[in-house]
């Protein structure tokens, strides 16, 4: 029929008014896209290349921090005016930058996201009833968008077995203000045993456009990335209907040797140049070149430790030779600045990077090279960069020999909580509840009182868990406990000079046994 022909040649014009439908005001920009061959994906303008993203969309992004994430795309996106968004993305940037641009403007109704971080707006949404929030642990959000692009519907994994993600209840929705019950909650997801192990069921992620940013592009779409700027954007790309890649460089085809193409151009519809282009980095943390970076440690004598030293010293001497090893943001980051020289620990940072080297000389500093606390860091001969959701597989699949990270709160089961206080603090899990599952080796770093005096390690974690029954070590600055996960029971093995049993027992809540061969805690770098 005339119909027919009409939209296989795909005139807009003269289908509309063959099927008597009235040409809408913006058929302009279906003209343009109909005039373009399916071959062509290069755009030159960047609003043409999101024109017709339509209102109520799942958007999928890339990103991770403000690494690798598509800044020109979204403040397209946020000039074009799409609303009622659906945006799947491991974290939102900050309140100016990154997705926090979509979110300031209110076109953002649902994020499904691992991470709240330091985006402030982002929080103040959730938390006043204005915005949704599924939060995902980081690992499985990953896969859950390579599971999407490789056409699997569901898997199983043992990230998050026996916490709310698991049996259900996380508000995805507060209430009005935040008073009154919630208006949404996650449901529980279905669980099974395999080979003795336990394990949850997620659903894969596809969505109907993907942003993504890559280092360069040829003609057909091929791309290649910078850094670990690649972090999620090859699985977003592949789980999305219309990928949309912004680039730093286009490049005729042939440029690329096959061998360095990251990811193929079948994932990718559309690529667009920006005409300038501005990257932020969110932590520029350089050394001192005035300072030694031999492996230098300054000796101190143990009684003159403070108590966050006494943390990060002991905490050192977990690491052992030919380990690898992934270390939380903070006490458990400082500790491997005590690796003793000599000794080869791989330390892997789950947004892309294995051989995580020192921090870079202040002009050394790249952008596109972060750790998983948003810190600029730097290379070492055996570095190896990857994908978000290959870095979980290491995780995941238990190539990880240790994982040292904080807590809120512990228990002497082993059942750690350090991701959010409901209705006050939202961080988010990150990739935590990913590593503690993983089966490696946990020991816990953190202060043994909270401010004010209050107990962390009680009879009963009272917050969201973390991980059931993950924690193998807890290191403070008062002692040490070992925990055995097969028969759930805790020991005091260790105290800092200067602290007795007592001292212990009246600062700790939880029941545990003594060590019969109770000893003093030693630090790196001590006299």
Not at 296 to 308: F, S
Not at 475 to 487: A, G, P, S
Request: with cysteine.
């Amino acid at each position: 029929s005339k119909a027919t022909v009409s939209v296989l040649n795909w005139k807009p014009s003269t289908m509309f008014r063959t099927l008597g439908i009235r040409l809408p005001s913006g058929a302009l920009v279906m003209r343009r896209f109909a005039s373009r061959k399916a071959s062509d994906k290069v755009y030159n303008c960047i609003d043409e290349a999101v024109a017709d993203i339509p209102t109520g969309s799942t958007l999928l992004v890339g990103g991770f921090g403000l690494c690798g994430t598509p800044q020109a795309l979204i403040q397209a996106l946020q000039k074009q005016g799409a609303k009622d968004l659906t945006v799947v993305s491991n974290n939102a940037g900050v309140d100016d930058w990154g997705l926090g641009v979509l979110l300031r403007s209110r076109q953002v109704k649902k994020m499904i996201s691992s991470y709240v971080g330091e985006n402030k707006e982002f929080e103040r949404q959730y938390l006043s009833g204005e915005l949704e929030v599924e939060l995902t642990p980081q690992g499985t959000l990953a896969e859950k968008l390579r599971a999407g692009g490789a056409g699997i519907p569901a898997f199983f994994t043992p990230t998050a077995f026996g916490t709310q993600i698991h049996e259900g209840g996380v508000i995805i929705k507060y209430g009005p203000g935040g008073e009154g019950p919630p208006e949404i909650v996650s449901s529980p997801r279905e669980a099974r045993e395999f080979n003795g192990r336990n394990y949850v069921m997620e659903e894969s992620i596809t969505g109907d456009f993907a942003l993504i940013k890559a280092y360069q592009a040829d003609t057909r779409g091929n791309l290649r990335f910078k850094g670990t700027a690649r972090n999620f954007n090859p699985p977003v790309a592949t789980a999305g209907k219309v990928c949309i890649a912004e680039v730093e460089e286009i490049v005729p085809v042939g440029t690329f040797d096959p061998n360095d193409i990251h990811l193929p151009g079948c994932y990718v519809q559309r690529v667009v140049c920006p005409p300038k282009y501005e990257k932020k980095i969110e932590f520029r943390t350089v050394r001192d070149p005035s300072k030694t970076d031999s492996g230098g440690i300054e000796i101190k004598k143990a009684e003159d430790l403070k108590p966050r030293e006494r943390i990060v010293r002991r905490a050192a001497l977990e690491f052992q030779d030919g380990m690898y090893a992934n270390l939380g943001i903070g006490i458990p980051t400082m500790a491997s600045n005590f690796i003793p020289a000599g000794m080869n620990v791989e330390l892997q940072s789950e947004n892309g990077l294995l051989g995580m080297g020192p921090f870079p000389l202040d002009e050394e500093a790249d952008a596109d090279l972060i750790n998983a606390g948003k810190q600029t860091v730097s290379y070492l001969d055996s570095s190896a960069l990857f994908t978000s959701d290959q870095s979980f597989a290491m995780i995941r699949g238990g190539h990880m020999n240790l994982t040292i990270l904080g807590a809120l709160q512990c228990a002497p089961n082993g059942d750690l909580a350090n991701w959010i206080i409901p209705g006050k603090m939202v961080k988010g899990m990150g990739g935590a509840m990913d590593l503690v599952g993983s089966g490696s080796r946990v020991v816990v770093t953190m202060e043994h009182l909270a401010k004010g005096g209050s107990h962390k390690i009680l009879p009963a974690c009272t917050l969201p868990l973390t991980g059931k029954g993950v924690i193998d070590r807890i290191i403070t600055d008062l002692c040490v406990f070992d925990i055995d996960k097969t028969t759930g029971t805790m020991s005091l093995v260790e105290v800092a000079p200067g602290v007795t049993a007592e001292d212990v027992r009246a600062a700790t809540s939880g029941d545990y046994n003594v060590s019969p061969n109770l000893k003093t805690m030693e630090f790196a770098g001590t006299e």
